[in-house]
């Protein structure tokens, strides 16, 4: 069979080669097309393809006119649009808000090949395209921006981009069971408009007589663009009802109109997990992107297998509750074997599996019996501050899956790569996980997040105090000697999270320096769509308190802050030391193992470093061995040499 016959159709010709004159739902994405189940375009096509709906797949179309979403004609029920995996400002800026050079979702890294704000775009030339066909938007864009919510890049409120984008349906979190029913009420023709009372949906109605009788009343838009209480309010209450079992359905008014989002679709079963995940994926990318150089995305998840979905963690600055869900579902033992024991197949498979995760790896189960009933807590995390009580901390099934996959013949390692939770590795009686981790699912390193050092940022956080890292580092080496490894740690830290001062910064530095860890890894906080710590960087409130906190607004103090994380930098030295002298710790300016940076007259001292310095940074050939001013004359390049000029010694 021709490889590109197993993908779903992209153009017109290969519609006719399937013998198809019609089809049935057109998906437009702002991603390459990758048929993997880490895509959700893949997934929900897939989906949809089993339920025995004809699907075409539209690839990062060019935006400026509604041409290409022609080109394959006109679906029958409905246009259905994500923005990708990432949402596209995400994908498109920094966190410095500056413009990013390659696109790891994009064929050969390209930029430029989606548009900012994809989702609201690309459902406007639908529209112009498709006049009168029901219009569906979903993925992590929407679904992050269901609300009215703070846009960093505008540096205000929006709307919902379910009104930005004209769209008929909203659809957010794992969208197979909303998508599912919505495809089958368009498939009786029943009135988009009428499609108001669908898990896991929101949509705009006229009155407020047609909201459901226990609707809960946010703030308006108009509200919350106004007012940063309101605001925070508003992300208060859309986190204390974002439950599948005990969630009511919410609205927000928007001008005349008010905006409906109903409670989170209940979290797919094993059984219906195990679909999913055995749908005929090609796990690829779609072969028109070879010779443009492939889709890097893939090559983190070709060889990895997601086990399980949503995460009890609950960072505040995390996407993932508020998108996935914090109630844990996972995949039988049996359907993850199979998917291995196919991957072994693959003519490029070396005997690797990079990851068996997910959100966070090592969560299999529910966090406690509680909620099956009950839902999550409204009022507080599983594991932070610190781990509740009635937690359910057991690795048992999770290590029983990795025995299992160990032994599967033509596997010669399985790793997990993707977030290990630390503190709830602690919190199991049995540390037998802990030790077949260490000496089998390693390799070479192993990625947590502790974060940040200090108690309160990472209250802010919603992480663990630092002592539980201390205790999980302990022992981490106790096994690695246990079983004569050398594998390490790379933490994840964040500078400029809300809470976070200069003061904050300068004592994770310091705390690293003494641990003799320069941090490879540091993220300026980034305020996306929906968390609850973007709601701290917008309004300086705690929305699960109502109290102030500081944030760090400034680039200037952002830079600040991220450089002493990364002290040793020469590039970051001026920063670093104009952060030590505005917070008064100018004794870390010096020359004991305590200090960050030399003072400036010991940079300046010796004639040999500035000269070195200056050449470099003029570009002028660097003098190797300047030993004295003697030494230094004679081998200085002559005025107005060029690079690269002269005599060879």
Known sequence: MDEAYRFLPISKEDMEQRGWWWYDFLIVTGDAYVDHPSFGTAVISRVLEAEGY????????????????????????????????????????????????????????????????????????????????????????????????????????????????????????MGESSMREIAKRLKKKVDPKTITDIRGTAVLVDSIEQLPENTVMLPSYEEVKDSIRHYADATRIE????????????????????????????????????????????????????????????????????????????????????????????????????????LTQFPDFKGYINDVGGPSANFRHVSCKKQLKYGMCADRRCLAPTPCKNLDADHSDYLKLLRKLRAIPGIKKVFVRSGIRYDYMLEDKNDQFFKELVEHHISGQLKVAPEHCIDSVLDYMGKPHIDVYERFMDKYRRLNDKFSKKQFLVPYLMSSHPGSRIEDAIALAEYLNKLGRQPEQVQDFYPTPGTISTCMYHTGIDPLTMKSVYVAKTQHEKDMQRALLQWKRPDKRKLVIEALKYAGREDLIGYGPECLVRPDSAYNRKPSTVKVKKAVEEKKPEVKKPVSKKGWAKAKPKKNARPGKGKKK
Not at 72 to 95: C, E, F, Q
Not at 247 to 265: I, R
């Open 54 to 173: 004809r699907v075409a797949v539209l690839a990062q179309p060019d935006w400026h006119s509604a041409e290409a979403f022609l080109a394959m004609g006109r679906p029958k029920y409905g246009v259905l649009i994500n923005s990708g995996n990432l949402d596209s400002m995400v994908a498109h800026y920094t966190a410095a808000k500056k413009r990013r050079s390659e696109d790891f979702y994009s064929p050969g890294k390209k930029m430029g090949l989606r548009p900012d704000r994809a989702v609201i775009v690309y459902a406007n030339r639908a529209r112009e395209a498709f006049p009168g066909l029901p219009i569906v938007i979903g993925g992590l864009e929407a679904s992050l921006r269901r609300f009215a919510h703070y846009d960093y890049w505008d540096d205000k409120v929006r709307r919902s981009v379910l009104l930005d984008s004209g769209a008929d349906i909203l659809s957010y979190g």
């Open 239 to 342: 986190y204390a009802e974002h439950d599948p079992v005990r969630g009511k359905p919410m609205a927000q008014k928007h001008g005349e109109k008010y905006l409906l989002v109903n409670p989170p679709a209940m979290p797919l079963s094993t059984e219906e997990l195990d679909r999913v995940a055995e749908l005929p994926y090609v796990k690829n990318y779609h072969p028109m992107y070879e010779e443009m150089g492939g889709v890097p995305a893939i090559e983190e998840v070709r060889f990895s297998v997601i086990h399980n979905r949503g995460c009890f963690g609950a960072c505040s600055f995390c996407a993932l509750a508020f998108h996935q869900g914090r109630m844990i579902t996972s995949r039988s033992h049996e359907s993850v074997i199979k998917e291995v024991t196919e």
